[in-house]
């Protein structure tokens, strides 16, 4: 008999994973978005990209070229932010920050090798720079090179200790390697800074489910629900 309770909670586990990720499907359809989900087992980077890699809105520096750059902001339209941070690096070679942008238009064109040479001298420039260590582990991540990854979240959280994703980005990576102790540990605190991240529930579901601890599951896929709900209502007014 406990081997059908068991196989009953997985099942129940299973279908209502199906279910967040339907009705998120859905939800984010009517809004025009899409949550990019973590998938453990999956490669890490169909998160990573959907989640920040990109032209970041919390950078705010100055300069026409940089802002006609940052107007860019789909996939296709990475030649041209990095031909207009190409601008930007002629009249300023020492912007970190432009080096990180453009960084992180190399990573959505899927060049990876790129990517990590800017955010290797944007560090080399600026070693306080928390977003360069964190869109650098985010394209080691991408590359399957997870320790050099986590490696690079921790500095991040070193350096800006309230940055969530950066602690979500690290659990998928640690998850990656099996370790969903520490996946677990680290959605928490993703979730403890952001407590409508969808995607952290959502990730810390799946890592329970992993570990056969299908209430927790079943709690947290619950609470991703709910949090896109709250967030999809506020984006709608």
Same mark, same amino acid.
Request: charged share 30%; proline share 3%; glycine share 6%.
């Given at each position: 008999?406990?081997?059908?309770?068991?196989?009953?909670?997985?099942? +129940?586990?299973?279908?209502?994973?199906?279910?967040?990720?339907?009705? #998120?499907?859905? #939800? !984010?359809?009517?809004?025009?978005?899409?949550?990019?989900?973590?998938?453990?087992?999956?490669?890490?980077?169909?998160?990573?990209?959907?989640?920040?890699?990109? #032209?970041?809105? !919390?950078?705010?520096?100055?300069?026409?070229?940089?802002?006609?750059?940052?107007? &860019?902001? $789909? /996939? =296709?339209?990475?030649?041209?932010?990095?031909?207009?941070?190409? *601008?930007?690096? !002629?009249?300023?070679?020492?912007?970190?920050?432009? #080096?990180? %942008?453009?960084?992180? +238009?190399?990573?959505? =064109?899927?060049?990876?090798?790129?990517?990590?040479?800017?955010?290797?001298?944007?560090?080399?420039?600026?070693?306080?720079?928390?977003?360069?260590?964190?869109?650098? $582990? %985010?394209?080691?991540?991408?590359? $399957?090179?997870?320790?050099?990854?986590?490696? @690079?979240? %921790? *500095?991040?959280?070193?350096?800006?200790? =309230?940055?969530?994703? +950066?602690?979500?980005?690290?659990?998928?990576?640690?998850?990656?390697? $099996?370790?969903? %102790?520490?996946?677990?540990?680290?959605?928490?605190? +993703?979730?403890?800074?952001? /407590?409508?991240?969808?995607?952290?529930?959502?990730?810390?579901?799946?890592?329970?489910?992993?570990?056969?601890?299908?209430?927790?599951?079943?709690?947290?896929? @619950?609470?991703?629900?709910?949090?896109?709900? &709250?967030?999809?209502?506020?984006?709608? &007014?």
């Amino acid at each position: 008999s406990s081997d059908l309770l068991a196989l009953a909670a997985f099942i +129940a586990v299973t279908v209502a994973l199906a279910a967040v990720m339907l009705f #998120l499907v859905f #939800l !984010k359809a009517s809004t025009g978005g899409w949550p990019s989900l973590p998938r453990i087992g999956a490669p890490v980077g169909q998160s990573a990209i959907g989640r920040r890699v990109g #032209l970041s809105d !919390k950078r705010d520096y100055a300069g026409d070229f940089n802002n006609r750059g940052r107007a &860019h902001r $789909g /996939p =296709k339209e990475s030649d041209r932010v990095s031909s207009a941070i190409d *601008e930007v690096m !002629k009249l300023n070679p020492q912007d970190a920050s432009a #080096l990180v %942008d453009r960084g992180d +238009a190399w990573a959505r =064109k899927q060049q990876y090798d790129r990517a990590i040479s800017d955010y290797d001298e944007a560090i080399r420039l600026d070693s306080k720079n928390a977003d360069a260590f964190y869109s650098r $582990g %985010d394209a080691w991540a991408e590359t $399957g090179e997870f320790d050099r990854a986590i490696a @690079d979240y %921790d *500095e991040a959280i070193r350096l800006d200790p =309230k940055d969530s994703d +950066a602690f979500y980005r690290r659990g998928d990576a640690w998850a990656e390697k $099996g370790n969903f %102790d520490r996946a677990i540990a680290d959605f928490g605190r +993703a979730i403890s800074l952001n /407590p409508r991240d969808a995607e952290a529930f959502s990730s810390r579901g799946i890592a329970w489910r992993a570990k056969s601890q299908y209430e927790r599951a079943l709690a947290d896929f @619950d609470e991703a629900i709910r949090s896109e709900e &709250h967030t999809s209502e506020l984006q709608s &007014h």
